[in-house]
């Protein structure tokens, strides 16, 4: 069973910085799309970062930048590199990626989620 896991997330001072990092496990063919969500308490999930198997990008105002979306199709790992992180930054940040099965059937996962929290 594919499972998208995500690291990176902690307390941070405001100005600091942060990585988060995403990776599937479990057997799957390729990964097309993926990309970073967050979603503060008592709100809707917004988009922070996508970016495509060929390195296209996009991100949400709020963090354009600031926050830098990468990955290693090597290692099949991306990353979210957060810079000049402001309190309302605070949020749990969620994984989100488009894979193709071993039947190359395309499926969307989501990560558990993993919190940042920027305070002082």
């Known amino acids: 069973q594919v499972q998208l896991v995500e690291s990176g997330g902690g307390l941070v001072q405001p100005g600091g910085s942060l990585k988060l990092s995403c990776a599937p496990t479990g057997k799957y063919f390729s990964i097309d799309t993926m990309g970073w969500y967050r979603q503060h308490p008592g709100k809707q999930r917004e988009l ?64 558990q989620g993993t919190q940042v929290t920027v305070s002082s």
């Not at 979210?80 to 994984?95: G, R």
């Open 48 to 111: 922070v970062a996508t970016i495509t198997s060929g390195g296209s990008t996009n991100y949400g105002d709020s963090v354009k930048g600031r926050f830098t979306v990468s990955r290693d199709n090597a290692k099949d790992t991306m990353y979210l590199q957060m810079n000049s992180l402001k309190p309302e930054d605070t949020a749990v940040y969620y994984c989100n990626a488009d894979l193709y099965g071993l039947g190359y059937e395309l499926r969307n996962y989501w990560g």
